[in-house]
């Protein structure tokens, strides 16, 4: 397959696809120019080796069963090597892992190890696995594909699983469609490990499934999506076309780049016939994969904050350490780049500015403005818009510790600010005010609100804060949501140490699932005089100990892999900033949300309570966090719990100097 | 405390002992002939630190949150190093973690950790964690615990415990007694991990538990039962004496060797007033105590297995690898001490021979015995006896491959067996016999029946028995069942690598609890006509794998920690032999059960249905385990579930060369 950023593969009715025609199908793909096409492995007659009947001493069983025979021509549809890299081979479906004899189920297995053994000996270019009817278990065909896909080494193997159940379509409650589909595909991928190489070929049928269901599948490794062109409408020019939902459907799976794999009813005439000159006159591409690629091509232009977090999606960084570490130039420089955020902050301080009152006593109306942590001046710049625009004169200070920021800075009051701004090189925490703040204007928020420290900078830097100063921002609140994915589980979980486990990371969410929506968790507010004497440095950091257990009832069933995140922050009144999914500031790209992780995922049946129980604790040289979480069901109580994560900051904490 | 095996503690009311009484507690337990004494570390003027109404910025608040206000004398009641050895320490009651007040919380920790830090200082013999009351949750408290108990160094730490609940003692259904109390203890400990240092101080009250309830408490760590003297009845003597259902409970806690803490409703004189000569004349051991080690003291007398068993009980030992090592003389003769297991053999032997058809067509009665694995002779000793007994000729071959057991055979066929026995230097299965068996006699069983691959050994023997033949085993079937077991899995855990988890081990079982009464998973039956071809080697080892998916169905909730592995054989007819604990053959020592361990223990809830699926998988080379757990609830489906273990044989296996 070429590196096309969409594939589109073709796969015909697989009892019509035989040794003789395989080379037409692949021809026919070419013609119609589909990435690659979908055939059997194996022809109808290889069902012998089940040697219905025979005794098993016969010697061709015995020969078979003992590995000494090789697949007979007449029992392979793929014979040779040629153009196997642009071939899916699907492996044959009489095969029964489950079934009550042990014969089949022995010889099932020994078939997929001789069919796992040639595809990897052809090279195909992926291996496609029949999704057992529903009333079978899939006990042993679990155990059978976990012990051999190590024999696959460089094909993929994708199963085939429905979207929704057939069965299941036919009930009454909408929601629960596609339950059992996701349950039994969740059974098998528990069996195998999280760190399987098994991916899923999603097939969507007619019935178009609902968000909900839907969404639990972005957590999962969705390798193609099989369309069927049946389900195709014809447009009033006569080109097939999907319905709206089905549309919304195939768009909203294509921001996680699968394949696409097209099949029809019946086998199309060409592959039917020798190639003739004629045939020549009918290699149009196909408009079915034509019309897949337009949807492609049309995707909504990815916004501000998609544009920004190409390469960054489902990738684990480490949470800044910003009293620790000085920012690097160019993070402040994608920082400041944010429209959003600095528009809010601008609009904050005005609103500020404009509530103060001006003087009646005849003192000049001057508002001093304090930017602590001023960086490479953005806020500076926002709070002289804001005044402009307010009409108010202000005196602003604009605070920063690290060095090399400091030196931007200095140019900026030399050649913009002049002497409106006072440029002081120092930590908040320890700086000798000349005189008290009006407002208090700071940029210290993390993913989680707390998370970067901003409640210990600013308990520092209210002591040169006027009785009524305020400070932008006037508040924050971290957020927390229960989440699967499985692709950050398997990231964390490849490091093998418990560390890793116990570390938080912001992340650009993409192959994830909320379980529930996000809910508040705990709030800061500032300036705090009720913990700290007035012009006074804290007396301790006891009073920014918080912790919180909350309740979220699953609406669906799914693996927990962790807490999803976020914050929301007033800036001031109604002046917000949030990434709260819920209530995100549109257009805002500052900040990703953050992902605790769980050392073991725990499975969360439908309707079952999740409880997280988070703690942010401190001592005298840092604050850390620590988590948990537990899961009960109603009339039976607690069905699962993991253990404490982080005890005592052992795994990750952020410094306090 | 000594090394004594009972150690004996005696606990007074808390609130009565203070700084100036402790040194007479210290006394009094002496002058009593107790281990220990339990006392408070704190006196009630320490609740002080809450510092109720006070502003969160007094000074002295303020100093005691930094850190920089040590404990003031009237705080403690054990004030000095003297004598703590002999003393376990009780913290304060007042502690609160779990408070909605913030301030409570923090406080509680905060002297918490205090307490601690003084426990260690003083060199306690222990520390005793009250226990909550039951409308509290543990969450913060479990927080807290799990961060410090790192600072009691060696200091051992026991959580206070009921046996059973209050609230759930007038309860109608008696069987949920006790439940509420474990799972909160359960909650709390996988909180902390299970390689947390926290044992349980079990408290029984008057109330006497069912034995459902006591198992469960015999998977955990136990450390000390609590014993309120009030439970005690007066003898027609005058002596304190416990009813027998309490004997009954305290005896079975006995084999787990805790210490037995002694509490009284009231202050003995002799601690309230100063010792004086007077007081000699009172100086008798304590009638409780004294009853108590005469409970130890008559305890019954361990039974064969449990003498064998000693130094055995909860070690895990890798099962035997028969085909690639040879046994040690040491490891021969104490299989050969076993009382019961050549009694059966015997018994087998003789009643096989009495069912051989005498010739009446003049030939000679000659039955030929072939004991195969023959070691270093017992059952070819016991097939002579049989042979005696039934009054029968025979004809026996002992075949053995390892030379080291042969020189022994030689010595035994010159000094003992004479022409009878005909001895055989041989691996079994490529042996080439002069003529074929009418009886074959094999020791070949492992803990788990097939685990010391009998069934391959046998396929390969069985060429030479006549198709009218008997092999002695007749049959064998594995057995399984879900437990519990703390220590087990700690053990396994302390490897810290994946392989330990997948690997099965044999073990004398004591600390642990069956969640379901064991039930067969496979069955092997010898000999094998309808798989191996008549007089022929066996032409794959396909079949002799085995599945089985078993459910149970839990009686009460509890922590799995694996599955516990048995067997039972038929010898010959009605002859058995059996390690399975419903029907243990009585008296026999040669088994310990087998324990297959899962990596992530699962939650069962009290009625779930818990589902093992085991394989025995073989290729050319080996032969294998593969298993897994699954739990579900009735109208609620699949609440978890553990990865597939040991895939392919890739930690664990018994070879066949």
Same mark, same amino acid.
């Given at each position: 397959?070429?590196?096309?950023?969409?594939?589109?593969?073709?796969?015909?009715?697989?009892?019509?696809?035989?040794?003789?025609?395989?080379?037409?199908?692949?021809?026919y793909?070419?013609?119609?120019?589909?990435d690659?096409?979908?055939?059997?492995?194996?022809?109808?007659n290889y069902s012998?080796?089940l +040697?219905?009947?025979?005794?098993?001493?016969?010697?061709a069983?015995?020969?078979?069963?003992?590995g000494?025979?090789?697949f007979?021509?007449?029992?392979l549809?793929?014979?040779?090597?040629?153009?196997?890299?642009y071939i899916?081979?699907?492996?044959?479906d009489?095969?029964?892992?489950?079934?009550?004899?042990?014969?089949?189920?022995?010889?099932? $297995?020994l078939a997929?190890?001789?069919?796992?053994?040639?595809?990897?000996?052809?090279?195909?270019?992926?291996?496609?696995l029949p999704?057992?009817?529903?009333?079978?278990?899939l006990?042993?065909?679990?155990?059978?594909?976990?012990?051999?896909?190590?024999?696959l080494?460089?094909?993929?193997?994708?199963?085939?699983?429905?979207?929704m159940?057939?069965? #299941?379509?036919?009930?009454?409650?909408?929601?629960?469609?596609?339950?059992?589909?996701?349950?039994?595909?969740?059974? #098998?991928?528990?069996?195998?490990?999280?760190?399987?190489?098994?991916g899923i070929a999603? $097939?969507?049928?007619?019935?178009?499934?609902?968000?909900?269901?839907?969404?639990?599948?972005?957590a999962e490794? @969705?390798?193609?999506?099989?369309?069927?062109?049946?389900?195709?409408?014809?447009?009033s020019?006569?080109y097939?076309?999907?319905?709206?939902?089905?549309?919304?459907?195939?768009?909203?799976?294509?921001?996680?780049?699968?394949?696409f794999i097209?099949?029809?009813?019946?086998?199309?005439?060409?592959?039917?016939?020798?190639?003739?000159?004629?045939?020549?006159?009918q290699s149009?591409?196909?408009p079915?994969?034509?019309?897949?690629?337009?949807?492609?091509?049309?995707?909504?232009?990815?916004?501000?904050i998609?544009?920004?977090?190409?390469?960054?999606?489902?990738?684990?960084?480490?949470?800044?350490?910003?009293?620790?570490?000085?920012?690097e130039?160019?993070?402040?420089e994608? +920082?400041?780049?944010d429209?959003?955020?600095?528009?809010q902050?601008?609009?904050?301080?005005e609103?500020?500015l404009?509530?103060?009152p @001006?003087p009646?006593?005849?003192?000049p109306?001057?508002t001093?403005?304090?930017?602590?942590?001023?960086?490479?001046?953005?806020?500076?710049?926002c709070?002289l818009?804001a005044?402009?625009?307010?009409?108010r004169?202000?005196?602003?200070?604009?605070?920063?510790?690290?060095?090399?920021?400091f030196?931007?800075?200095?140019n900026?009051?030399a050649?913009?600010?002049g002497d409106?701004v006072?440029?002081? +090189?120092?930590?908040?925490? &320890?700086?000798?005010?000349?005189?008290?703040?009006?407002?208090?204007?700071?940029?210290?928020?993390?993913s989680?609100?707390?998370?970067?420290l901003?409640?210990?900078?600013?308990d520092?830097?209210?002591?040169?804060?006027?009785p009524?100063g305020?400070?932008?921002?006037?508040?924050?609140?971290?957020? @927390?949501?229960?989440?699967?994915?499985?692709k #950050?589980?398997a990231?964390?979980?490849?490091?093998?140490?418990?560390?890793?486990?116990?570390?938080?990371y912001?992340?650009?969410f993409?192959?994830?699932?909320?379980?529930?929506?996000?809910k508040?968790?705990?709030?800061?507010?500032?300036?705090?005089? &009720?913990?700290?004497?007035?012009?006074?440095?804290?007396?301790?950091?006891?009073?920014?100990?918080?912790?919180?257990?909350i309740?979220?009832t699953?609406?669906?069933?799914?693996?927990?892999?962790?807490?999803?995140?976020?914050?929301?922050? @007033?800036?001031?009144?109604?002046v917000?900033l949030?990434? =709260?999914?819920?209530?995100?500031?549109?257009?805002?790209?500052?900040?990703?949300?953050?992902y605790?992780?769980?050392?073991?995922?725990l499975?969360?049946? &439908?309707?079952?309570?999740?409880?997280?129980?988070?703690?942010?604790?401190?001592?005298?040289?840092?604050?850390?966090y620590?988590?948990?979480?537990?899961?009960?069901?109603?009339?039976?109580?607690?069905?699962s719990?993991t253990a404490?994560? =982080?005890?005592?900051?052992?795994?990750?904490?952020?410094?306090l100097?």
């Amino acid at each position: 397959m070429s590196m096309d950023p969409i594939q589109i593969g073709y796969m015909p009715p697989a009892d019509k696809i035989t040794a003789d025609n395989v080379i037409n199908l692949v021809m026919y793909g070419q013609t119609k120019a589909y990435d690659f096409v979908v055939s059997p492995i194996n022809s109808p007659n290889y069902s012998r080796v089940l +040697f219905p009947g025979e005794s098993s001493q016969s010697p061709a069983l015995v020969a078979w069963r003992a590995g000494q025979e090789a697949f007979k021509p007449e029992d392979l549809v793929l014979r040779t090597a040629d153009r196997t890299d642009y071939i899916v081979g699907t492996l044959s479906d009489w095969q029964d892992f489950d079934s009550p004899d042990a014969r089949v189920r022995l010889h099932s $297995e020994l078939a997929l190890k001789q069919q796992f053994n040639w595809a990897a000996h052809l090279g195909l270019g992926g291996v496609m696995l029949p999704y057992p009817p529903s009333t079978q278990p899939l006990t042993n065909y679990g155990r059978v594909l976990t012990g051999s896909l190590s024999m696959l080494a460089y094909t993929s193997c994708w199963f085939k699983v429905p979207c929704m159940d057939e069965i #299941l379509e036919a009930d009454v409650s909408e929601d629960l469609q596609g339950m059992e589909s996701w349950e039994r595909w969740n059974s #098998l991928r528990n069996m195998a490990g999280s760190e399987s190489k098994l991916g899923i070929a999603l $097939e969507l049928s007619g019935a178009v499934p609902s968000d909900q269901v839907l969404d639990r599948w972005f957590a999962e490794p @969705v390798k193609a999506i099989i369309l069927s062109e049946d389900i195709f409408l014809t447009n009033s020019k006569g080109y097939p076309v999907l319905s709206k939902r089905h549309q919304h459907v195939v768009r909203k799976f294509m921001k996680y780049k699968p394949a696409f794999i097209l099949t029809s009813s019946s086998l199309p005439k060409l592959v039917l016939d020798e190639f003739s000159d004629d045939s020549l006159e009918q290699s149009l591409a196909s408009p079915h994969a034509d019309y897949i690629r337009y949807l492609h091509r049309t995707q909504e232009a990815p916004g501000v904050i998609d544009q920004f977090a190409t390469g960054y999606q489902d990738y684990l960084q480490a949470p800044l350490q910003p009293l620790q570490d000085n920012l690097e130039s160019s993070t402040y420089e994608t +920082f400041e780049k944010d429209p959003i955020k600095y528009q809010q902050y601008e609009l904050a301080v005005e609103r500020a500015l404009l509530d103060r009152p @001006v003087p009646t006593d005849g003192k000049p109306d001057v508002t001093v403005i304090m930017v602590v942590g001023a960086g490479r001046g953005p806020l500076v710049n926002c709070s002289l818009r804001a005044a402009d625009k307010a009409g108010r004169n202000v005196r602003v200070y604009a605070v920063e510790k690290n060095p090399n920021a400091f030196v931007t800075i200095q140019n900026m009051k030399a050649n913009l600010w002049g002497d409106r701004v006072t440029i002081v +090189f120092s930590d908040m925490r &320890t700086w000798k005010a000349p005189e008290k703040a009006d407002i208090l204007v700071s940029e210290l928020l993390g993913s989680f609100g707390d998370n970067e420290l901003s409640p210990e900078c600013l308990d520092g830097a209210q002591k040169f804060l006027k009785p009524d100063g305020i400070s932008i921002p006037a508040d924050y609140t971290a957020f @927390v949501a229960p989440m699967a994915s499985n692709k #950050l589980h398997a990231d964390v979980s490849a490091f093998k140490d418990l560390a890793h486990f116990e570390t938080s990371y912001v992340v650009m969410f993409k192959a994830i699932s909320l379980l529930a929506q996000p809910k508040p968790i705990w709030t800061f507010e500032h300036p705090n005089w &009720t913990d700290i004497p007035m012009g006074q440095d804290p007396l301790s950091n006891h009073h920014n100990i918080r912790s919180g257990s909350i309740e979220f009832t699953s609406e669906t069933s799914g693996m927990l892999h962790g807490v999803a995140g976020y914050f929301e922050s @007033v800036l001031y009144k109604d002046v917000m900033l949030s990434i =709260n999914p819920v209530t995100h500031s549109p257009g805002m790209f500052s900040w990703f949300p953050i992902y605790f992780p769980v050392k073991t995922p725990l499975y969360i049946p &439908t309707g079952a309570k999740v409880m997280l129980d988070f703690w942010r604790l401190t001592d005298v040289r840092k604050v850390w966090y620590e988590w948990r979480v537990r899961c009960s069901v109603d009339g039976v109580g607690e069905i699962s719990s993991t253990a404490l994560h =982080n005890v005592g900051g052992r795994s990750s904490s952020i410094g306090l100097y």
